[in-house]
């Protein structure tokens, strides 16, 4: 996990990197609309807005909301609870955050069945990619990159 600011500042861009990567292409494939050039295309101004929402609006309120519960519950400081907590918050602002801006983007008329149906579409393949694989990923990127700053400054 990121022990200071620089390594959140890396930790948050990996993280957004492969997620708005898998769910643009999610999106995309369940839409029916996948090509490389619709990929291209959308997968900037994503990336841009999820960076965005993810250092200024949603991340301080996921990781506050998660550090809260935690503060409730016996969770005996195991690691793998705090990365559940806060990567499901993560999950559920960035999912409802995102979607919404997928439908702006795409200049989808919003209403809340649409929206609601956005939201869970993206939450069922949101929740998975993040806990089972892009958080691993990026966990093993920073442990990494972690281990090479430690020998670097021995």
Known sequence: MPRNFKES???????????????????????????????????????????FLDIVLAG???????????????????????????????????????????????RIPISYGIYGRTWITNFVFALPLNLLVVGPIARFILGNFQRRVLNLSK
């Not at 400081?77 to 409802?96: E, T, Y």
């Open 60 to 106: 301080p309120i996921a990781k506050k909301l998660a550090f809260a519960i935690l503060e409730r519950i016996d969770y005996q400081g195991k690691k793998w609870v705090r990365i559940i907590a806060v990567s499901g918050m993560m999950v559920l602002f960035m999912v409802s955050c995102m979607s919404l801006y997928g439908l702006l983007f795409n």
């Open 9 to 51: 500042l890396f930790f948050t861009g990996l993280m957004c990197v492969m997620m708005v990567l898998g769910m643009t292409t999610w999106n995309l494939i369940v839409a029916g609309h996948f090509s490389w050039g619709h990929l291209a295309s959308s997968y900037l101004p994503g990336l841009i807005v999820a960076l």
